[in-house]
């Protein structure tokens, strides 16, 4: 009886091995498809940050380019903003002076000619100040 005890307490070891085999073998494999996985993204990480680099190098010229334009550039809008203001100031005269016309019934010429020189005036004066 013990004998046979034996001989199965034997015959479980063994296949006992043989699955632990089985299974260490699969393990191995896991292991090195897991380590050929963690090359294949180290390398593509390697490649993308290079991309990364290669990519912020062109975006600090292209910012660079834009920044300079934009020096070159900003001179233009401020004429345009004293052109504006300029236009603007020549409306509320033309305004004033059609005011002028009306109440007055006559002498649009001379009102006329003491707008635009108030206007002229006084846009020298505000092109003056700014420029100090």
């Known amino acids: 009886m013990v004998e046979i005890a034996f ?19 699969k393990l191995g494999k896991t292991v090195d498809e897991t380590n050929r996985t963690i090359k294949l993204l180290t390398t593509d990480a390697n490649v993308s940050l290079y991309q990364v680099n ?11 380019d834009v920044a300079g334009k934009m ?5 233009l809008f401020v004429a345009v903003a004293d052109l504006s203001e300029t236009v603007s100031d020549l409306n509320s005269s033309a305004r004033n002076l059609s005011d ?6 006559g002498g649009v010429r ?13 846009g020298l ?8």
């Open 7 to 25: 001989t199965l307490v034997g015959l479980a070891l063994a296949v006992f091995f043989v699955y632990l085999t089985i299974f260490i073998h």
């Open 110 to 122: 001379s009102a006329l000619s003491r707008t635009l020189l108030s206007t002229a005036l006084s």
């Open 100 to 105: 002028k016309a009306v109440t007055t019934g």
């Open 54 to 64: 290669e990519l912020m190098a062109k975006v600090n010229v292209l910012t660079d």
């Open 125 to 132: 004066g505000s092109k003056k100040k700014a420029g100090k």
């Open 71 to 75: 020096e070159v550039i900003n001179p």
